[in-house]
């Protein structure tokens, strides 16, 4: 099936921008007043369900010492790691821009990579390339989402553009496919799957979600929007419960217990603008980030998910940029977002660097902004490894994997040397895939 869409790229480089390599601390900068500003959320009488409350009481993502100074010191722990961090490598292994990314559950150092011509590769950022590679159909096949499957790690849940929800193996050699529309205006555009409960969901562009079993059998087809589905989560704690965002600007919490032909939703979250993402804290999974398309990061509390503040931030949508999404540190409640400057911003500066912007979720204030010292993409997607340490980015084409550096006196591996870079890893010399071929050459 090949979708009639435009296979128009987007560089996501600016070269009239400066360059921050030019500065002597490049990783570190100025925090811009713009990246300052949190818009306080009117207090108001909630209007409660009295059934309702009971059942979001056994939500168990509180923990009575996350206000204690061993919260305050492990966000103090995390920080200081995150401006410690640089880019150690950077990748190019598609013709096409970086549309999703997912760490395997049991190789630290293992990343799956997926792209708007449905490319996905799973790479050992210690390698300087990928060893496997499931080949995509080009235009028209973008990968919306993705999930590996923690059971048989080998294998890995997608959903894509080409209509497919399905399971493949690092080679696409071994494909069970659950779901396939048929038809080129329909197709799926998010996935997640509970292998506590061993369940799957799968939006899709009209508005519905799937619920089926981890083995592909239908369990029901619902409409939870009135438009496309951007996104479907379960919580991590609590695997009864599900996030759904849409275009509609709406997200809306479930309880998959619960599910019926006309459900209801625990709770509707009313935004602005159609959203692009709602996710759960990887730390305590009582709170929820959701990021709009235009300026608005924000987050709610459980267990009756109110809306505690609102950071504004621009991450304005553009048809060849991927959807800029913000996420979570997996230790703390820490926010992570790329920037895109919009001179219509207030607080704009002229010059206003692509940073990566990380916001204390506690009061919505920022904590500081890195950049790669060589590039000022735009940087989309970004996601730590389980533990917090290395960091990889999704900007434009380019795969970015950060890393802490220590100064001489500290502990410091050999092989994190970011003042040594290697070739493959400079601007120039990234290293790009020929399509349908599989080789590798460098960029000139």
Known sequence: MTRNRSSKRCDNEDSNNESPADKPKSKRIKISEAAKKVVPVPAKKPTVNVLRTLSDLSFQGWSPGRFSHGHKNLKLAAMNHVNKLRVVKGYRPFDRRITFM??????????????????????DYNEPKHE????????????????FDVVDPSKIY????????????????????????DNKDHWYTSLDVSFTGKVMLAGDNKGYVRILSVDGEQISQIRLHKQKVTHAEFNPREPWLISTASIDHTVKLWDIRNVKPKPEALH?????????SAYFSLAHGNRLLTTDQHSELRIYEGPLWNHARTIAHPHRQFQHLTPIKAYWHPLEDIVIAGRYPDPNFPGYTTAELRTIDFFDADTGKILTQIIPHFKNGIISLNRFDAIGN?????????ILVWKPFYPDGQDEKED?????????????????????????????
């Open 268 to 276: 509707i979250l009313n935004h602005n603008k159609p959203v692009n």
């Open 102 to 123: 997912t760490w395997h559950p049991k190789k630290p150092t293992v990343l799956a990579v997926g792209s708007k011509g449905g490319d996905i590769i799973f790479w």
């Open 132 to 147: 496997h590679m499931i080949n995509g159909q080009g235009p028209g096949g973008s990968i919306q989402a993705m999930k």
């Open 416 to 444: 994190d040397e970011p003042t040594k870079f290697k070739e493959a890893e400079t601007p120039e010399h990234f290293i790009k895939k020929k399509r349908g071929g599989g080789k590798t050459k460098k960029i000139d």
């Open 390 to 398: 290395v960091m990889v980015s999704g900007m434009g084409w380019d």
């Open 158 to 181: 997608t959903a894509s553009i080409t209509g497919l929800v399905c399971k493949q193996d690092f080679y696409g050699r071994n494909t069970q496919v659950f779901l396939e529309t």
